[in-house]
C-alpha cells in the first residue's frame, strides 16, 4: 500500500527555503560590499591624497535627492523613498538627525564657569559644540567625536579690524536649535559693532560638521580675519605634526603661506600620535572652506603643541562657509584616504543654501 505524500509538511519546507534564498542573497550583498571597499582601499592615491572621483550616480526619491558617492549617502533633501538596485528604501531612524542642549558648569579654582554642550546625531557618527559662556570672552569648540582636534575651549576666533569678536553669553545673544532632516545650532550676537552668526549644521547620515559665520558690521570694516586651532591627535608637547593640503605636504615649525584657491582643504596630523602604533592618539582632523574671492590669503602655523590657520578676508565678505571633520581612532594612512575621497563633494555642499538655511522657527533660547 503507497504512503500519502506529507503534504503538511510542505509549508515549512518552502519557508525553509525562502530565508536560505533571502541569507544568501545578503552574503553576496556584503561580499560585493567588502570586495568594492577593498578596492577603494587599494586604489593608489594622487600625492599627497587623491582628488579623483570615484563612481558617482545619483537616485531621485518623492520630495528629494540623494547623491550616491562610494558606499556613502548624502541627502540632498528631504527623502521619503529611493529606490537602489531594484530596492525600494523608505526612511528610518538614521534618516533623521538629532539635536539635543546639556547646560553644566565646570571649576577654575574656585571659579564656576557655565557651560552648554549641544550635541548632534547623525545615525553614523556624533559630533558636540561645547560653548563656554564666559570663559576667554566665550568660546565655541568640540568636544566630540575628540576634545582636542577641533579645540573644545576655542577653536575660532572671528576677528574685526585686529580685535577678536566676544563670544560671550550676555543679553546680546540668542541660541536657536532644530533637529530633524538636517541639525542646527545657531548662535546670534547683535552688539554694537557687528552682528555675528555662527551656525552649525549636520545632515543625517553625515560624518562631518558643516558651519557658516554671517557677518553684519555697523560701520565698513578695514580688516576682517579668521583664526582656527586645533591639537591634531592629542595634546602632545613634543608633536610631530603635519598638514596635508590638495597640493602639497607641510612640516616643521613656523607659519606656511598657502594659496586659498588651491589649497582650501587641510588635514591635520601628528606622526607621533598615529593610531597605526600609538594607542593614545585620537585620531586626525581636516577643515576646508568654501572657494571664493572673499578669501584673499591664508596660512597655517606648526607650533610646539598646538597648529594655528588664519584665513584673511576682504573686508566687505559677509559669509564664510566651512567644513569641519575628525576621523578618531583612524590612522594618519586611513584619514588621508577618506579626507582624498572627500574632496570632490565638498564645493557643491558648501555652496548648497539650502543646508545654512536660517531657522523659521526653532527651539531653545539665550543661555
Request: glycine share 10%; net charge negative; charged share 20%.
Amino acid at each position: 500500500m503507497r504512503k500519502a505524500f506529507p503534504w503538511h509538511c510542505t509549508g515549512f519546507f518552502l519557508a525553509w527555503l525562502a530565508v536560505n534564498a533571502f541569507l544568501g542573497l545578503c552574503s553576496c550583498a556584503a561580499a560585493a560590499d567588502t570586495a568594492e571597499d577593498r578596492g577603494s582601499a587599494l586604489r593608489p592615491l594622487r600625492s599627497p591624497f587623491s582628488t579623483e572621483t570615484f563612481g558617482e550616480e545619483s537616485s531621485s526619491g518623492r520630495e528629494g535627492t540623494v547623491a550616491l558617492s562610494g558606499s556613502r549617502l548624502l541627502a540632498l533633501g528631504p527623502v521619503e523613498r529611493m529606490e537602489v538596485g531594484g530596492i525600494v528604501l523608505t526612511p528610518g531612524p538614521n534618516d533623521r538627525v538629532a539635536v539635543s542642549r546639556k547646560d553644566w558648569a565646570w571649576r577654575s579654582g574656585p571659579k564656576r564657569n557655565p557651560a552648554s554642550t549641544f550635541t548632534f546625531d547623525s545615525g553614523r557618527s556624533v559630533y558636540a559644540v561645547r560653548f563656554n559662556h564666559q570663559y576667554s570672552d566665550g568660546t565655541l569648540g568640540l568636544c566630540e567625536p575628540t576634545r582636542c582636534n577641533w579645540y573644545e575651549s576655542g577653536m575660532l576666533n572671528v576677528v574685526l579690524d585686529g580685535r577678536p569678536f566676544s563670544f560671550s553669553s550676555d543679553e546680546s545673544l540668542t541660541v536657536r536649535l532644530d533637529d530633524g532632516d538636517r541639525g542646527v545650532v545657531c548662535f546670534t550676537w547683535d552688539r554694537p559693532n557687528a552682528r555675528v552668526t555662527v551656525r552649525f549644521v549636520m545632515l543625517p547620515g553625515a560624518d562631518a560638521l558643516f558651519c557658516e559665520i554671517v557677518l553684519l558690521p555697523t560701520e565698513p570694516l578695514e580688516s576682517l580675519h579668521l583664526r582656527l586651532l586645533n591639537y591634531p591627535a592629542g595634546f602632545n608637547r613634543e608633536p610631530e605634526h603635519r598638514v596635508v593640503t590638495p597640493e602639497r605636504t607641510i612640516t616643521g615649525t613656523g607659519e606656511q603661506q598657502l594659496t586659498p584657491e588651491s589649497e582650501w582643504g587641510l588635514l591635520y596630523l601628528d606622526d607621533a600620535l598615529d593610531c597605526m602604533g600609538n594607542s593614545n592618539g585620537a585620531g586626525p582632523c581636516a577643515v576646508a572652506w568654501e572657494i571664493g574671492p572673499w578669501c584673499t590669503g591664508a596660512t597655517v602655523r606648526l607650533g610646539s603643541y598646538g597648529t594655528r590657520t588664519q584665513l584673511t578676508c576682504d573686508p566687505a565678505t559677509r559669509r564664510i562657509r566651512l567644513r569641519f571633520v575628525e576621523f578618531p581612532g583612524k590612522t594618519n594612512g586611513n584619514a588621508a584616504a577618506a579626507f582624498g575621497k572627500s574632496l570632490p563633494e565638498i564645493q557643491p555642499m558648501l555652496a548648497r543654501d539650502d543646508l545654512f538655511a536660517p531657522l523659521s522657527a526653532g527651539k531653545g533660547g539665550a543661555p
